[in-house]
């Protein structure tokens, strides 16, 4: 199988943004790229065929939940997570921090996962310099992560892109905490190297489907919003034999402004053969944003848990027609009263199977009942909506229209 | 489009069994013919295209659950129940009259809606002779279905068979109160047969998709367990111009045997020419006793219900090895940790999608963290076993094998 690789294609004149490849020993991702999320080893509702036929070329699985269950003796068992989950194209894992960063949010974590019996009253979560101590969300067991772990878990998943254990910087914080965490991610990011590299030379499976392939790692910049801290985590990262860069804890803040910022300070400093990943963000302003700033790929839960909600994204043209009742940019809300009756498709102009094949009445009925077929039907529209606004960003970038995209989608005037 | 037609194709010479061809408007439905149901309109986890891969012909909507939701005025305004579902081959409909005599079986509603929030401390169904009162499962609100109504109802949404109101007959149960149950239910059956001829006169859909065609009306036998009656009701209902015939009411008792000796009072008496139906039955073992007493169709949820659970269907032979911690026959619980590192598929000879690509491993995890897919995965495994069942039992009958089938099925002996 091919090693990894990044292929530069085209550099956008006007902006940042660029087009690229990036090759894996399990095929191509085309980039820039929407990393879908299948958290527990499943795109929610979808089979792998379907996430082919939405042009789906990667997804991202989420270390800390498959640690959990099904847990690692059944990744060895299986042969690693192409074998297990029957995807035989490429697939990301995080390092499993986000997560256990996350316990105390318990909302976030149970609505994530559909478990919703959890009850963890005192989460624990206790971090030192060797990693992260914390208690499973379905039992209370208790666990360590550290960065020679992190990456032991991942190579026996087998993905075809890692990413290093880092610090994800707690928000808000101050310059003396958000430096002291960004040292530590530093040091992790050493030690992930120090281990990935180790494990290179170790045979894992004897399964033959998932094989001893090529895996990449990434090393992730932290420093939180301040610009002293990003610029010099960006330069420590690119300073290492990392494969490829990620970003990550840009969600954070209250807006969108200081994602944009930390962009504007990280990018400029990145190698440029080197494909660069923003870990968590993915609304549709901000892929324009991450986009025109060079960042190549970024996971996000939005648009499929969306889905689940019925909100269903739709083109800014149409929404101030067919849904006065949001004031959401790019979604209607399926389940209001108003569509009970609509015999049209979510989106007339969309191509994806529910809107070739279903009325917005149906869709609407579906949801009110909670058949399960909706969430589905809705998680199609929903990626189908992303990946061909990624191709139309993508065809845009390789013809030189990638501004005037933006303008066109994220300013234009409604009519009426 | 074609008028609603019974072709016997084959009689079985060693048992009552035959193989037959009901022509609908929508296609035409071999039989012997599992019936699968959509209780609201969507069978559960799966798109039209999935049930047309799995060979499924026909399917059964409930009466009760459009009536509530989403309600006529929508079916109305859709054009029924084929353009709403995206489903152009043959439907049926219920009457609406079983979910409303077991309105107080909250249990039962409470799973088979996945409404879990619901609540009813007084279950009110009134009946009478003009019909039922009962109060929604969803807000407690009253309604009345009548013969009648049911039919306009049925009517409305468009159905290629649709079933006579009857009065489901309560067990246990005197015999003088099933034969004045059963008495009822042949007046219903003439109210019913003359609305639904009344109906036959009126434009109802200007929808192309749905139009005017040809809608089936199917009568119900009942009479409970008592041999006078259930001879007088086959007669009655018999001698009545309906384009088929439903037996409701077998599914009760004890055990099978109540079921098996109805019938064996009731199909002797049945005219050759009329497709047969019997409501709400359809595990392994009975299939077998419905076709060799020459039932044409059945609807049942088990299939489709014991999916979502995680019990899967497989055939008798594996199932001494494979699952030991089970008396059932032909199924196994796939939730069972002794799957959690089993690479095997659900099962080795089966040619569905489930088992073609994924293994008991990952199912078993899917189960395990609740996600979404795995429904699904269950659900089409389920259908594709009774659907390959259903083919075995055909061609068994069109060549003269099918008592040796049943042996084959039912009595072989595991090995080990």
Redesign the interface.
Known sequence: MAPFRFELLHQDKKSRARLGRIHTPHGDIQTPAFVAVGT???V?????DELKDLGVDVFMVNTY?MYL??GM??MK??GGLHA???WNKPIMTDSGGFQVFSLARKKYLASD???QSIKIDHPLVKITEDGVEFRSHWDGSKHLFTPKFSMELQWLMGADIHIAFDDCTPYPVTFPQAKKSMERTHRWAKESLKAHRHLRGVKVFTSEVSGNHYQALYGSIQGSIFEKLRKQSAKVISGMDFDGIAIGGVSVGEGKKEMVQVLDWVTPLLPKDTPRHVLGVGEIDDIFELVSRGIDTFDCVQPTRLARMGRLLVGNKQIYKSDKSTNRKFEIDITKKEY??D?KPIDAACMC?TCK???R??V???F??????????ATIHNIHFINTLMEDIRSSIADGTFLELTRQYLYHKPRG
């Not at 929610?44 to 792998?48: R, V």
């Not at 009110?368 to 039907?377: A, G, T």
């Open positions: 527990q080893g499943s929610k509702s979808l089979t792998p939940h269950r099904p003796d059944v068992k299986v297990f989950m029957g996962t559909g478990n009970s009756k015999t199977y094949h279903f009325s009445a149906y609407h009925h579906l009110r009942v909670r058949e399960l077929l909706v969430y589905r039907l």
